[in-house]
T-cell receptor, first 111, second 114 residues
Framework: QKEVEQNSGPLSVPEGAIASLNCTYSDRVSQSFFWYRQYSGKSPELIMSIYSNGDKEDGRFTAQLNKASQYVSLLIRDSQPSDSATYLCAVNIERGFKTIFGAGTRLFVKA | DTGVSQDPRHKITKRGQNVTFRCDPISEHNRLYWYRQTLGQGPEFLTYFQNEAQLEKSRLLSDRFSAERPKGSFSTLEIQRTEQGDSAMYLC????????????FGPGTRLTVT
């Protein structure tokens, strides 16, 4: 079992719709969770961090964490073509010493 | 506030040669990470520094890889006797002291081994 798993996609949504990206992780002691956006040929860009159960909203983005289910998700409201990218889920193991990334989910937003 | 910088941005080398990459983190960031990323995969953790101390090194890293952060500021990653399988994007990230552990990435160094 991979430590951080994501559906590779591609996930295709129409412009203006909600995109839902999911991630599961295997290490129960993980404390910090992150979502990064990566455009083709570019480096990852941090868009959200979440540390406690529940929802965290930032603009059009909402991160959701359920530690009991070892599940973290990212919702993108009012999706725009510029949101088309690969979204990486990352999980911190051992207080920042090691961060494990999922393989990413490719998102396409159709105009 | 300048971001994380990496040099060079691109490197083409022949198999068997040694290469060295440099990373300058965001100022005041005491944590520094190196990753390797290949096409279609997420970044793969290589090593972690807190100030000048190397506190974690991936078991996946062979002895041909070494990293340093001598004064707790910039860091270097050296690959000796490069192999074609070393071709990848090498990413550096830094994070600030404290409990957030949010990492900010540099633009990466793309290595091609011919």
């Amino acid at each position: 079992q991979k430590e951080v798993e994501q559906n590779s996609g591609p996930l295709s949504v129409p412009e203006g719709a909600i995109a839902s990206l999911n991630c599961t992780y295997s290490d129960r002691v993980s404390q910090s969770f992150f979502w990064y956006r990566q455009y083709s040929g570019k480096s990852p860009e941090l868009i959200m961090s979440i540390y406690s159960n529940g929802d965290k909203e930032d603009g059009r983005f909402t991160a959701q964490l359920n530690k009991a289910s070892q599940y973290v998700s990212l919702l993108i409201r009012d999706s725009q073509p510029s949101d088309s990218a690969t979204y990486l889920c990352a999980v911190n193991i051992e207080r920042g010493f090691k961060t494990i990334f999922g393989a990413g989910t490719r998102l396409f937003v159709k105009a | 506030d300048t971001g994380v910088s990496q040099d060079p941005r691109h490197k083409i080398t022949k198999r068997g040669q040694n290469v060295t990459f440099r990373c300058d983190p965001i100022s005041e960031h005491n944590r520094l990470y190196w990753y390797r990323q290949t096409l279609g995969q997420g970044p793969e953790f290589l090593t972690y520094f807190q100030n000048e101390a190397q506190l974690e090194k991936s078991r996946l890293l062979s002895d041909r890889f070494s990293a340093e952060r001598p004064k707790g500021s910039f860091s270097t990653l050296e690959i000796q006797r490069t192999e074609q399988g070393d071709s990848a994007m090498y990413l550096c990230a830094s994070s600030s002291p404290g409990t957030s552990y949010e990492q900010y990435f540099g633009p990466g160094t793309r290595l091609t081994v011919t």
